[in-house]
């Protein structure tokens, strides 16, 4: 199998190319698609073996639950069997968009897409060919991020060709993704909501709304409980060697290079230290200093520096700070500290 690229208008997508993904959907294939946070891999959330297909595609261990992507909050409702009032608030003012919720799941729900547990990871995502995609349906899409598992997420058609296109029927080509980042998860099974993955809608977001939450440990210092198990592995992570610095990398990267390594180093800042140019195997990259500007074009410049094939990156931590939690949290698990 090798998977029909498809370009798409990612503002009005095309009724043809919809309906063509919609039959493939039917009859239990697999498509990738862009949602405002990173591409999708699509199957028919309803469909045991569809469902399964996913899981070989990937590679994905079969403990790791999936996300099901709706097209409206009523369809939403109908997969879970509680829907309290703070999933009623925080859908009405962050749906459609990166924000997932954990629920009780209904029964209708397949154990595969849940990895055997009671809760159901439930989002609508705001991108109008991932609304077009599950309206067309008419059923929910269960969709992990469109990479092996354990690698990168895709944030452009092309790292879904490079990592899938063999394993997968179709992939939608509606261009790079907005967002960058994978969405927000937030449990809300338990006796306070717990943040399970930090995203693009933040915990400070999410506490205006309902008030106060629990920080869950997705990062490998935390004590807490893991009660995500795609939080437990090294996970997002480039081929090459990633390491964090805080402060400024320069040594290291120094070191690097007179070890003959091709070095990739990421930089968040300007400054007067971080000029240390004509090295045919340093690739430096200024990102940009706001954390929105800078999470859309992370998984970018990693795959990148994955195709230009150097060993070690370098990445210059950004601050400590409410703003950068995602970025920072994605760094740490693509770099060895993630375990
Ligand atoms: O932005 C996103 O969320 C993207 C796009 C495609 O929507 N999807 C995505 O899916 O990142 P995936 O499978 O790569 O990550 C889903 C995360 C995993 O860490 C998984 O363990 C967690 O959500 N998850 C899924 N269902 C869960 C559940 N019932 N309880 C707790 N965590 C769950
Ligand atoms: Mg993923």
Known sequence: ?????????????????????VTILRRGGLVA???????????????????????????????NPIIVHVADVVEGQ???????????KLAARFWPGPLTLVLPKNPIVPDIVTAGGSTVAIR?????IALALIKGCGFPLAAPSAN?????????????????????????????????LESTVLDLT???????????????????????????????????????????????????TLECVEGNGLARVIALVQQKMKVGWLIYS????????GEENLLTTVMPSDPTAYAAQLYAVLHNLDEKRVV????????????????????????????
């Open 312 to 339: 070690r990156i370098v990445v210059e931590m950004p601050p400590d700070t409410e703003p950068w939690r995602a970025v920072r949290d994605r760094l740490r698990r693509a770099s060895c500290e993630g375990g």
């Open 1 to 21: 199998m090798r998977a029909e690229v498809s370009r798409i208008n990612p503002e009005k997508p095309e009724p043809d190319l919809i309906a063509g993904a």
């Open 78 to 88: 109908r997969l879970v069997t509680q829907w309290p009032p703070a999933s009623h």
């Open 124 to 128: 609508m995502p705001a991108h109008p």
């Open 190 to 240: 338990g006796p306070l909501p717990r943040l399970l993955r930090p995203g693009l809608v933040s915990g400070e977001d999410i506490e205006k709304v309902i008030g106060p939450i629990i920080r869950g440990s997705s990062e490998k210092t935390g004590t807490g409980p893991l009660s995500s198990p795609g939080l437990l592995a090294r996970h997002y992570a480039p081929q090459a």
């Open 148 to 180: 092996a598992s354990s690698q990168l997420s895709p944030t452009k058609a092309e790292h879904v060709v490079r990592g899938l296109q063999n394993r997968i029927d179709l992939i939608l080509d509606g261009g790079p993704t907005s967002g960058g």
């Open 33 to 63: 698609f862009p949602t405002e946070t990173v591409y999708g891999l699509g199957a028919n959330a309803l469909d045991l073996a569809a469902v399964e297909r996913i899981f070989v595609a990937k590679g994905r261990p079969a403990r």
């Open 270 to 277: 300007e400054g007067p230290d971080r000029h240390f140019t």
